[in-house]
């Protein structure tokens, strides 16, 4: 990627099929050894409420920082492709409906996109704690670019009481901690 200006963006990864924690740390180490991406930092894994349908698993949920040479719509296609890789079939889901693998754009720089197939910021990011709580510990100070306000100030305004729990991975064993609300 030498010689390129990289594009720094922030990436939802979430699951609750399958063996989802399991799912969300493989797509991490696949985002790891595209050419085209530098994995910067991940925040630790959450598990969170569903939002939307609650008749479903809890979700594995975490946000990616990444350095990449690779333009939105790129981007997109690629993270699409690993979706498909982790077993997303877009054809029997639903909205807010179970999910092998969700990986969603969430900013890619200060870009404010409105394409037919990605808008940039991610639209929901202010009302999603499961995106929210990952995103705050490792980008706190990241600025949205439509609203202005930071993601620590985002987290403290939304309107989202869905439960996050993180993970702690230690020595093999998963513990959880409750965050506060």
């Avoid at 990436?11 to 991406?37: E, F, M, T, Y």
């Avoid at 333009?71 to 699409?80: C, E, G, K, M, S």
């Avoid at 498909?84 to 409906?97: A, M, P, V």
Wanted: hydrophobic share 40%.
């Amino acid at each position: 990627m030498a010689g390129k200006r990289l594009a720094v963006a922030w990436i939802g990864i979430g699951s609750n099929l399958g063996h989802p924690l399991q799912r969300c740390l493989r797509v991490i180490a696949a985002l790891a050894r595209h050419p085209r991406i530098h994995l910067v930092q991940v925040s630790s894994c959450y598990r969170t409420q569903p939002v939307g349908f609650g008749r479903q698993p809890w979700f594995i949920n975490a946000v990616a920082e990444i350095a990449t040479s690779l333009p939105p719509l790129a981007l997109l296609r690629t993270l699409q492709r690993l979706e498909t890789r982790f077993g997303r079939d877009r054809r029997h889901e639903f909205k807010n409906g179970p999910r092998s693998m969700d990986l969603d754009l969430l900013f890619h720089d200060q870009r404010v996109l409105r394409h037919p197939l990605l808008r940039l910021p991610h639209p929901g990011i202010s009302h999603r704690r499961f995106v929210l709580v990952p995103l705050a510990e490792i980008s706190p100070r990241l600025l949205h670019p439509v609203m202005g306000k930071t993601i620590d100030l985002l987290l403290k305004e939304t309107d989202d009481v869905s439960q996050v729990v993180r993970v702690v991975l230690e020595n093999n064993k998963n513990q959880t901690t409750h965050l506060p609300s």
